[in-house]
């Protein structure tokens, strides 16, 4: 079967659901109203974590399932995935928090301090007790883009500006909160963030670290940069940090080693992330139109599953993918 469609949206979405349909020999436009991938758009400030034991302490079980097929996606169509595992931590005051987090996920160890140490040894006498999933993972998000970006122009694909699909094409819609004129129950969750150089501090996996209030992640980036992050407020506004975020996100980095404290920030990033009510994504069909939407925390951890749906879909693989909603006239 042949299958020509135009996406709408080049972030995480449209890039993976553009990736799959090429690999099964569709053709591919994508069109986006600011361009390819940059600033513009919350995948830019993404934290890359391919965490779905850590994320099923909040998320439905979805999440933990269907996640799990991110870091094979990503090995396989963009490379640059680190498979070191996630370390999640908490202070002396807050050890509640550790054994909550650790009775709801699974697939994690438990460690001593000489085991902390020996993963990260910068944390070394700073912490008792920890949790340690190793089968988790991460990437750079910016890099993944980029690949992804390179592979499709490769292969002929073009990604241009505008907002005009060509009418003979299947319309796949990956425009985020954008596309809250057709999907009046997305809403948008914000999210702040900071990228820090801190030289003196050495990480060599995503950190967690527990907080009652406000939850804690430090991703290495390499090079003594730091993607420090990340809030989750209700609401679409997508312009500025709140000072108190900015407050707590510092000091829970400091509270982690105080080295962060002599740290430069080099970059503050805010946006916000396209969720329907129940945290979960969806695959949407209305008439010509597919869309693919509803990401929330868990972009470039679900988009390569919401992917592969798509393409099932559209090449009949499969006619009804597990996330499409039911009550949508399908064609």
Known sequence: MSVRA??????????????????????????????????????????????????????????????????????????????????????????????????????????????????????????????????????????????????????????????????????IDCRGLAARDALPDLRGVKGEMLVLRCPDVSLSRPVRLLHPRIPLYIVPRGDGVYMLGATSIESAERGRITARSMLELLSAAYALHPAFGEAEILEIGVDARPAFPDNLPRLRRRGDTLFVNGLYRHGFLLSPAMARMAADHLFHTETRPEMMDEDLPQR
């Not at 991110?70 to 202070?91: K, M, N, S, Y």
């Not at 992804?148 to 299947?170: M, Q, S």
């Open 6 to 171: 135009t996406i709408l949206g080049a972030g995480v979405a449209g890039l993976t659901v553009a990736s799959e349909i090429v690999a099964r020999g569709g053709r591919v436009e994508i069109i986006d109203r600011a361009g390819p991938p940059g600033p513009h758009g919350c995948s830019w400030w993404a934290g890359g974590m391919l965490a779905p034991w850590c994320e099923a302490e909040s998320a439905e079980e979805p999440v933990l399932r269907l996640g799990q097929e991110a870091i094979g996606w990503w090995e396989r169509h963009a490379g640059g995935v680190t498979r070191a595992g996630t370390l999640v931590l908490a202070l002396s005051r807050d050890g509640g928090e550790l054994e909550r987090f650790a009775r709801r996920t699974s697939g994690h160890e438990r460690l001593d301090a000489p085991g902390i140490a020996a993963l990260e040894p910068d944390l070394s006498g700073r912490f008792r007790r920890a949790l340690f999933y190793p089968g988790e993972g991460h990437l750079a998000p910016r890099a993944a883009l980029d690949a992804l970006r390179a592979r499709l122009e490769a292969a002929g694909v073009e990604i241009r500006r505008g907002t005009a699909p060509d009418p003979a094409t299947t319309l």
